[in-house]
Every structure is written in structure tokens, then in C-alpha cells.
């Protein structure tokens, strides 16, 4: 039975509902001012998505944070370190100093302080609490929240979504007969909007579909073409016809198979497992003998995987063994200059005496 097909989404009806009343009432006893959320000192943006499941939130993080960093400004984020081993609070980066592991800290986490220079990034069960242990140790002039936009019980003064437009536009029932966690109506509480993983004509749809219910700012994220880095070395490398096993456990595994061939890579293998997937000694003698009887050049892998390695010893002797080269994944609003303009005016407007 395919999750969210037809079948499914019948049979589960009765608990989608059960789910959209619970989501409605926290949603009506926050907007009514009966529960109130949290605050802190510094302006606080939200990144997060309707839907369960990859939207390509942690690059359009990474996007926001260097724009921000770009503009001056000493960034911080919170997350709650899905998929961590551990509990509490916990630092994962400090002013760009990596203090974790993936297993600690979560991959996503982990993912943007390598990605994203100067980071502080602190992750909790509470991104409230989370926020508050970092102003406690470093000076930030602004926190981003990952996957915040459920989490009402800490105050945003920006609201960003980011959704992928084929699941906005194939099936919108809430968990579990669809993929949405909240009723897709809700969208419009947002400030932006930034659709992923479609063209213009989608985007087009996918409004006419959800008119009177989005927010005024609607962006078109694009992916930018990257080649692959092989970590740790700056030496230059022609990658162009080389064969790769490519392996990976993300959210969507098509999309990092389909840009590792748009850079001329030919893929002689191709390995998906679960989102978060933390690769057992098993899988990574699978993997080799993979590149073994291939004759493949070397292993290729997303920057959220190759953190996963790095957090047990049996992935870093799998790494030291190997030749594995990370693809990064880059989403950035394809109008970018708009986009930095209205977010920067949306701060400014934030932080001005009310």
C-alpha cells in the first residue's frame, strides 16, 4: 500500500481528522491570544514547511543565513536536532567552531555549520529554551528558527514556508492520509512563501489553486548547478564522465541522482535509504562491494549524509577508505535581489520602535 495514495488516504480518514481538529484547536487558542507564545531580545525569522517530508528548507536556511551574514549580521539558529541521540540542549556550532557530531546534534544541524561559516547553533526539544542558551553565551542580531512554523509556542516576528509545489498541488489532506501537517488554509499566516521543486507554469497552478489563502510574497526557488567537492582537500578535480556509486538518505533521493548526472557524472549505481538513515556496518559493506564490482571512480553522497559518516567510528573508517564526494544542494530564490529586499525591509520593520 503506497503511503498517500488513494487506498490509503481513505482508510486513514478518520484519524486526518482527528489530526486537523487537534492542529486546528492549538492554531485558534494561539490566534486568539488564549495561549501566548514566547519571546526573546533579537528579531526571530522562522523557516519552515506545511508538509512532512523534503521541501528543501535546510538549503534555503543556508541561503538566508549567508544573506544575513552577508548584510553584517552575527546569525544564530535554533532546531530541534531531529534524529539526534541526544536530549536537552546542546551546542552543536559556536561562532563557526563545530562541537558535534550528527549523532549529537543532529544531521541538519550539523549540515549548515559546514555549510555556512560563523554560525551559532544551539538545538532543544524547546527551540524557546534553545534560544535562550544561546543569547546567554554569544551576541546575535538575529535568530532563525529551523522547522519553526508548527512550533507556536515561541514567538516569530518573520514567518517564512517553504513548500515544494507537487505535493501542494497532488494531494493536500493532512497526516496521515496526506502530507500535510497542518491544514494547507493555514498558509496564509505566513509572511513569504517560496515554492520549491517546480517551474513558473507550476507555480501558476499552484496559486490559482490557493487563491485567498498565501501570503502576499510568493517566491520560485531554482536549484543552483554545483560540482562535487571531495571534503578536506582544495585540489581541483575533473569530475566530468567519471563513474560514481551514489548513495544517499535524504527526503527526495531522485532529485540529488538527477543533479549528480546534470554535471556529467554517470551514475553505475544509485542507493536510497530513509531520511536520517544512520548507515549500519552492513550498509557500508553493501557500498563497497557496490564500488567494487562497478569499477566505479569513486563514492558520491549529499553534505547531510557525509556528516551522518562522520558521527560513528565505522562511517569514519568507511570515509578514510574511500574516495567520497559530497554534492552539495543549493536552493536560492530566482529572484534573489526581490527576495533579499523584502526580507531585509521585513527586519528592519521588525526591529523598529512599535
Partial sequence: MTPFGFVWKILFLPLT???GFLSFTKNLLFDSGILKPKKVSVPVISIGNLTAGGTGKTPITAFIAQ?????????????????????????????????VSSDEGGDEPVELALWVPGLSIVVSESRFDAATELLRLVKVDVILVDD????????????IL????QSWISNRFQLPSGRFRESWKHAKSADALIWTKGSTILKEKAEKLGTGYLPLNTFLAERKKVQPVFQGTQNRYDFAGKKAVAFCGIGLPDIFFSDAESVGLALVSRKSFPDHHVYSDSDLSGLSRELTESAADFFLTTLKDSCRLNATPAGKAFRESNRVAVLPYELVPAETEKFRSWLLASLKKSTSPK
Wanted: glycine share 14%; net charge positive.
Fill in 17 to 19: 481528522f482527528l489530526y
Fill in 162 to 165: 517553504v513548500q515544494d509545489l
Fill in 67 to 99: 544573506l544575513l551574514i552577508d548584510e553584517g549580521k552575527q546569525v544564530g539558529i535554533v532546531s530541534r536536532g531531529y534524529g539526534r541521540q541526544t536530549k536537552g540542549t546542546v551546542w552543536v556550532c559556536r561562532e563557526g567552531k563545530l562541537l
Fill in 148 to 159: 519553526g512554523f508548527q512550533h507556536r509556542q515561541f514567538h516569530r516576528d518573520i514567518d
